[in-house]
């Protein structure tokens, strides 16, 4: 039966409390391993250990027990204890290789002698496992900005090839300053921005920012609490590295629960690049393969290499599980190399000349990343050598220099004006669909996808000539531009007289009060291009597509509109794209030329019976519609 913790104590004399307590701790505590995955792959990066059965020594959280601890002066050894634990649990992993355990560190352990790493490095030396194997979490949550020994802790445990990781960012106090004070290698964004991050603007404009300045700095971005695939997407839209959660898996205390990857996360990557257009290709053939040094070579390494005529004046440095460090600049050294005696100097083994300590942080990106989060890397870079450190699932790939990055992003410039029409200077198809394809994966606000088709538009062109049809092309375009005012609205023209419009955070009612007020202006301007007897008539007289004549009214136009409501998220193109095609079918026939549905129902059912249910499927449970 579990007691109170202090009806615990209170059964023991105070000095045999310590020893007492670690026995109990050591027969019943248990670790649980919770994957962190590779967002684009799936593939398991590393594992965080997670502390079970506290309740059985009368603590209800882990906090509780590490508290308890402290105050009976016996933390440093409660946290040894629980360390060997866990390195022995991730070392019998039968797949592990490269993967690391992220251990929580209690930030009143900074105060502890040596901060227990040569004890660690001991546990690790007797299951064959290294310090780059371990990363080492202080929670932003506890107040670290007060201590003394926060740079040194930090300082100690690089020397030992140990990584670090700030978890709860954004949820503590140091804020900022633990960025500064620990330059950590890994940033773990607290579950709080990342809940409903798809319904909440500002949530996702705070961890883009998040994410964006962590990879300026160099470091790695783990989303955490990401618990549905709506989730998933935002996080990797926005850029984050890793992702940890209840989508992964929950976290296990048994070994054959920890798998080398993890389908479900493969599979929405896979689904979501294929919706969206990869700039990865384009990265791959300006990515320069750099010779990268290990962190222990010598300084001898270094100087054969600059000897060897470099393109570049920089060396990329890894550590031993091939994760950039940084760079090393000729300039930081080159006093040193022309100086007499410099390069004796730096060959001194009793001189601290690891190459550590000349590495400087550089940016780092996936190869995965988006080209404009690249691009914002180095946009306040005056150094026109610099660049982007490139990984591959967290390993060194290559270089991506300042002057590649930057003729990529013109050529996908290029790209794009070839897609824009050249009569109007609106974007095109390609750039139509990908907005549609983006915004519907995208949930956090109402969206209305309005498609919009000339009526008797092939007669009037006719009757009138490709100059005046031009004209009327042109007005239109300038109704529609007038109309997306809006930052977040998109003005297409699709081709001939097709055109589209998508409108951001507007309701259905407004969205057709909208259109229909289109209609109408340009049903009344377009009129200026007929004579007289035609306007006055209503008509003209032509012949239709199979040569026959008869009448046709004056120019107007029909509209399709689908609106996607707020939470809705759609990667299945195809169901999309089919709706569409069938509102645009509708909106020709609809003798007010307006056909509007929300997605997943049929326009103008009251009932708003879901397409795929009067297809005989079932329907989708909140219309999560996805491959």
């Given at each position: 039966m579990t007691i109170a913790k202090h009806e615990w104590a209170a059964t023991l004399r105070f000095d045999m409390i310590p020893q007492v307590f670690l026995t109990n701790a050591d027969k019943v505590l248990d670790y649980a391993l919770q994957p962190i995955v590779d967002a684009h792959s799936g593939d398991v990066y590393g594992f965080e250990a997670l502390v079970r059965n506290t309740d059985q020594l009368g603590c209800a959280t882990p906090g509780e027990l590490f508290d308890l601890a402290h105050s009976i002066d016996c933390l440093p050894r409660l946290e040894l204890l629980l360390r060997r634990k866990a390195i022995g649990k991730f070392a019998s992993i039968p797949h592990r290789s490269a993967e690391k355990l992220f251990l929580n560190v209690d930030a009143r352990l900074l105060e502890a002698h040596d901060f227990l790493m040569p004890e660690t490095v001991t546990i690790l030396s007797k299951h064959d496992l290294k310090p780059t194997s371990?990363?080492?979490?202080?929670?932003?949550?506890?107040?670290?900005?007060?201590?003394?020994?926060?740079?040194?802790?930090?300082?100690?445990?690089?020397?030992?090839?140990?990584?670090?990781?700030?978890?709860?960012?954004?949820?503590?106090?140091?804020?900022?300053?633990?960025?500064?004070?620990?330059?950590?290698?890994?940033?773990?964004?607290?579950?709080?921005?990342?809940?409903?991050?798809?319904?909440?603007?500002?949530?996702?404009?705070?961890?883009?920012?998040?994410?964006?300045?962590?990879?300026?700095?160099?470091?790695?971005?783990?989303a955490e609490g990401v618990e549905t695939e709506a989730e998933l997407k935002v996080c990797r839209q926005v850029g984050c590295d890793l992702?940890?959660?209840?989508?992964?898996?929950?976290?296990?205390?048994?070994?054959?629960?920890?798998?080398?990857?993890?389908?479900?996360?493969?599979?929405?990557?896979?689904?979501?690049?294929?919706?969206?257009?990869?700039?990865?290709?384009?990265?791959?053939?300006?990515?320069?393969?750099?010779?990268?040094?290990?962190?222990?070579?010598?300084?001898?390494?270094?100087?054969?290499?600059?000897?060897?005529?470099?393109?570049?004046?920089?060396?990329?440095?890894?550590?031993?599980?091939?994760?950039?460090?940084?760079?090393?600049?000729?300039?930081?050294?080159?006093?040193?190399?022309?100086?007499?005696?410099?390069?004796?100097?730096?060959?001194?083994?009793?001189v601290n000349n690891k190459l550590r300590k000349f590495a400087h942080r550089c940016p780092v990106a996936d190869l995965n990343s988006r080209l404009d989060q690249l691009v914002g890397m180095i946009a306040h870079d005056d150094d026109a050598g610099g660049g982007v450190i490139i990984t591959l699932k967290g390993k060194y790939y290559g270089f991506l220099t300042t002057s590649s990055l930057l003729k990529i992003a013109n050529e996908i410039r290029m790209r794009e004006a070839e897609d824009q029409n050249p009569l109007t200077k609106l974007p095109g198809n390609g750039s139509v669909t990908s907005f549609v394809c983006d915004e519907a994966a995208n949930s956090d606000a109402e969206r209305s996808f309005c498609y919009i088709d000339f009526d008797h538009f092939k007669p009037f062109n006719d009757t009138y000539g490709f100059r005046t049809g031009d004209r009327a092309l042109l007005l239109f375009s300038e109704l529609i531009k007038r109309l997306a005012n809006s930052g977040r609205d998109f003005a297409g023209h699709i081709g001939g007289d097709d055109f589209f419009i998508g409108l951001k955070d507007r309701s259905l009612d407004e969205v057709e009060s909208l259109m229909s007020a289109l209609q109408a202006e340009f049903r009344h301007q377009a009129e200026s291009f007929y004579d007289p007897q035609h306007r006055e008539a209503g008509f003209i007289c032509a012949k239709d597509r199979t040569g026959v004549e008869r009448r046709f009214p004056l120019l107007t136009c029909s509209v399709a509109i689908l609106h996607l409501p707020a939470?809705?998220?759609?990667?299945?193109?195809?169901?999309?794209?089919?709706?569409?095609?069938?509102?645009?079918?509708?909106?020709?026939?609809?003798?007010?030329?307006?056909?509007?549905?929300?997605?997943g129902h049929k326009p103008d059912q009251k009932s708003k019976t879901p397409l795929l249910a009067m297809n005989g499927a079932a329907p989708p449970e909140k219309y999560a519609l996805s491959n």
């Open positions: 371990i990363c080492l979490e202080v929670s932003e949550a506890e107040d670290t900005s007060q201590m003394s020994k926060v740079k040194e802790f930090v300082k100690r445990g690089r020397t030992l090839d140990f990584s670090f990781a700030i978890d709860d960012f954004g949820k503590g106090y140091s804020q900022l300053q633990s960025l500064y004070d620990f330059e950590p290698d890994i940033l773990k964004i607290d579950r709080f921005f990342i809940q409903s991050i798809q319904s909440d603007a500002r949530k996702r404009l705070l961890v883009g920012s998040m994410v964006d300045l962590a990879h300026v700095l160099g470091m790695r971005v783990v992702i940890q959660g209840y989508l992964v898996a929950h976290p296990s205390t048994r070994i054959s629960d920890a798998l080398p990857r993890y389908e479900r996360i493969a599979s929405v990557a896979a689904a979501q690049k294929q919706s969206g257009q990869s700039d990865s290709e384009l990265l791959r053939r300006e990515i320069r393969p750099l010779v990268a040094l290990r962190d222990d070579a010598t300084m001898d390494d270094v100087l054969a290499l600059l000897r060897a005529g470099r393109a570049y004046p920089f060396i990329p440095v890894v550590n031993a599980a091939d994760e950039p460090l940084g760079l090393i600049q000729e300039t930081d050294i080159k006093d040193l190399i022309y100086m007499p005696f410099g390069q004796d100097l730096l060959r001194n083994k009793a939470g809705l998220a759609v990667d299945n193109q195809d169901l999309l794209l089919r709706q569409i095609a069938t509102l645009k079918y509708d909106a020709k026939a609809d003798e007010h030329g307006i056909v509007t549905a929300t997605f």
